[in-house]
Structures are given as structure tokens and as C-alpha cells.
């Protein structure tokens, strides 16, 4: 059997999850909850998950800590997404990032205008990669976060799906650093 047919092995990522809130608790985080059980359940390692208000420089302090962290390559972030006075997710996050992946907002807003029609253009959702880290900010709806895993991420962050996925590129991000 060529190379190209041959069963690929599942590889467990190591995944954080951030929510982005100023209204929910810990308790009350079904979008941070969901996010974190569809990872370990596709087999994902979620080695860390945690909650903070909607403030820009608490948001890139854990992100931070996450980018700069070997242990940490995929970073699920829900929440802050929206156009309000306090949505500042993108913002906090913009500043942080190496590279964007246009792609995955683009193909985000189009699965969910099948959802949730024009409503979708108050979605921010974006990804990029920061220090060989993929970072994925979601909006705050359990809708939006189980879209994003189930048709994007889940797929994605398979080392078997082909004909390409971002999992398989994680050995490479950091090609050509000084």
C-alpha cells in the first residue's frame, strides 16, 4: 500500500482551555466544559483549564503563560468574541500571535450562517499560531463552541485526517527562529 493510504496513529495533543467571562462562574462554564470534555474525549490530553474576567491583560497573562509552556500546543479560548464595550478577546489575543490562520474565522462564520444566520457576523472567532502554539478563540455560546470542535477543530487537530491538518504541522511551527 503507497505511503499516502497507510492509517496514520492518533497523536494526544496537549490542550488548554480558557474562558473568557464576566458573568459566569466556574460552575455555570458549559462552553469551557464542553470545549475541555470533546478534547479529552477525541483523545487530547486538557492540561490545564481556567476562567477569567473579560480584560485584555488577564487574558494575555494566561495566554502568556501558555504560549511560553512546551507542556501547552493548542490553546481553546471561548468567550469575549462579541462587539460589546467588554468583548476584547481578539484584541488581547491579536498582539500575541506569530502568525494568524485567516481560514479558520472565514470557514467558522460560514458553518455557523447555517445555524444562526446573519447573526454570524458579530462573531470575531479567529486562530493563530504564537511561539508553536495554536491558539483558537471561540465565541462564548455553547452552540458556536461545539460547531467549532465538531465540523473545524476535532478535524483539524487529527493527526489522521487528510489531506492535511494543523496537527501534523505542530513539529514545524518554529522552523527558521533566530
Not at 9 to 20: C, D, Q, R
Request: hydrophobic share 45%.
Amino acid at each position: 500500500m503507497p505511503a499516502d493510504k497507510k492509517q496514520r496513529e492518533f497523536i494526544s495533543l496537549p490542550v488548554a482551555v480558557l474562558t473568557v467571562s464576566d458573568s459566569r462562574t466556574e460552575a455555570g462554564d458549559k462552553s469551557g466544559k464542553l470545549l475541555a470534555a470533546r478534547a479529552a474525549d477525541a483523545g487530547h490530553r486538557v492540561v490545564d483549564k481556567t476562567m477569567v474576567k473579560d480584560d485584555i491583560y488577564q487574558v494575555r497573562a494566561v495566554l502568556s503563560r501558555w504560549i511560553a509552556d512546551a507542556g501547552v500546543q493548542v490553546v481553546l479560548s471561548t468567550g469575549g468574541t462579541g462587539v460589546t464595550g467588554r468583548d476584547g478577546t481578539p484584541e488581547a489575543v491579536a498582539p500575541l500571535l506569530d502568525k494568524t490562520i485567516p481560514g479558520f474565522g472565514e470557514t467558522f462564520r460560514a458553518l455557523s450562517f447555517g445555524e444562526i444566520g446573519a447573526s454570524t457576523v458579530q462573531s470575531r472567532a479567529l486562530a493563530g499560531v504564537a511561539n508553536g502554539t495554536y491558539i483558537f478563540v471561540l465565541p462564548g455560546s455553547v452552540g458556536a463552541c461545539a460547531t467549532a470542535w465538531d465540523q473545524l477543530l476535532r478535524l483539524q487537530l487529527d493527526f489522521r485526517t487528510r489531506p492535511c491538518n494543523l496537527a501534523e504541522l505542530l513539529p514545524r511551527l518554529l522552523e527558521n527562529r533566530a
